[in-house]
């Protein structure tokens, strides 16, 4: 069976796939690969871009590893196992009245997957996921399940919220969550003289905030994001729902990205009538259907955190290097925020950040547009997200991360014979 990521990027060939069930299988399979020398790899749902999950070795599947395992209301905590996707977690949690405080814009990702690359959202008081993680259980590399918490292995968990699947197999995570709420969305079209002018405005008036640059345009689509009780939600109607979020978003969009691929040079044209079109829209619904969306046109992507204090600067450069090239760019670059945390290998590890996404269709070649881009966000002190496309190495990935040395010190110490390691982390992390 071939391993492939969702965008079709990364292949790998285990040599044999085992679906664990039990924590006790998953501890046999690690036993028995660092017997024999291998290597085994316990994969997400693949979409991640890079190889990071990529199994080098035997693939453990995570499917016989879900749901929810504890919740306690006193605390404020849910625990699940670690096979979990988030979507399933997130109506879970609804159906017991309770939410996660922040997540990313899909939630396709297991909650291992999503907390080992960093997956973040945007503004609130935390933007990680992993920073809302406050326990975990792992199978080290030598066969040991440990468990993590602020008071039994705090070192642990401090450095396993972001582990990049270096430090063990992940077997259930708990996360403090909060009385569930609902989010009032207002999207709005802006130009771009107006999103930079008002950028400091919009982000203090709404407690999340979302943006969509159309390259080759001067326009933008914002989407602020505010808390509202979730009894006072206003949804879509369902019609609208399908026509705006399915239908165009995903049918229509993806169709004529395909078909842009063919005539690169309509795309000028093709994103300035697009970004014209755009209206803007008012809904509310509970947090995870207002955080997240589907998307079914696959893409390739890389995505940058950037101090926030740099980031518009960072944002005009980047457009200005696309309007001096003759590259044609389909897809809108995303543009979030992020307090500081105190992940280590978080991209917002110790500073306010500003995050620029940069899309591609899968059918499109993305190498020239990223190698343009990436300079660019590096030079500004950029931290790339783990799990999206990145030339990066550990040599010019240490310097960026104040504790990368004690992450290394924890991988020696909980997987002395890199029964974990694959040809990515081996890039990232070293050998």
């Known amino acids: 069976m071939q391993w492939r990521n969702w965008s079709g990027l990364e292949t790998a060939d285990p040599t044999r796939v085992v679906t664990p069930r039990s924590v006790e299988e998953v501890v046999a399979a690690v036993a028995e690969a660092r017997d024999d020398g291998g290597r085994v790899k316990m994969v997400g749902s693949g979409h991640s871009f890079t190889a990071i999950s990529a199994p080098d070795g035997v693939m453990l599947s995570p499917t016989g590893l879900t749901g929810i395992t504890a919740v306690d209301r006193e605390a404020l905590t849910v625990t699940a196992y670690a096979g979990t996707q988030l979507k399933h977690l997130n109506v879970a949690l609804e159906h017991l009245g309770l939410s996660l405080h922040n997540m990313g814009d899909i939630a396709e990702q297991t909650l291992a ?108 689509l914002t989407k602020r994001n505010t808390r509202v009780a979730v009894d006072a939600v206003r949804p879509l109607p369902r019609w609208r729902a399908w026509f705006d979020d399915d239908f165009l978003q995903n049918t229509a969009f993806g169709a004529l990205t395909a078909a842009a691929n063919r005539a690169p040079d309509v795309i000028p044209r093709m994103n300035r009538v697009n970004a014209r079109l755009l209206a803007p829209r008012t809904y509310s619904d509970a947090a995870h259907r207002v955080f997240t969306t589907e998307r079914r046109v696959v893409f390739r992507e890389m995505e940058y955190a950037v101090p926030r204090a740099d980031g518009l600067a960072v944002l005009a450069e980047c457009r200005r290097l696309v309007e001096a090239s003759d590259l044609r760019i389909s897809f809108p670059v995303e543009l979030r925020v992020a307090a500081a945390d105190d992940v280590p290998l978080s991209t917002a590890h ?61 991988r020696d110490r909980l997987d002395p014979h890199r029964v974990f390691a694959n040809p990515y982390l081996e890039r990232v992390l070293g050998p």
């Open 113 to 220: 997957g999503a907390i080992s690359t960093g997956t973040h959202g945007t503004g609130g008081r935390v933007a990680g996921i992993a920073a809302q993680v406050v326990g975990l259980t792992l199978v080290t590399g030598t066969g040991e399940l440990v468990t993590a918490t602020a008071d039994e292995n705090p070192d642990v968990l401090d450095l396993a919220r972001v582990g990049l699947g270096a430090l063990g197999i992940l077997v259930t995570i708990t996360f403090r969550v909060e009385p569930l709420f609902g989010l009032e969305a207002v999207e709005q079209p802006m130009s771009w003289d107006e999103f930079r002018g008002s950028f400091d405005d919009l982000t203090r008036s709404a407690d999340h905030v979302d943006a969509y640059w159309f390259p080759h345009t001067d326009r933008l």
């Open 350 to 410: 110790g500073r306010d950040s500003f995050y620029l996404a940069f899309h591609t269709h899968r059918a499109a070649p993305h190498e020239e547009y990223f190698a343009l881009m990436e300079p660019v966000l590096r030079a500004a002190g950029g931290r790339p997200h783990w799990g999206k496309v990145h030339t990066r190495s550990r040599a010019d990935l240490e310097p960026a991360y104040e504790r990368f040395g004690d992450f290394l010190a924890m």
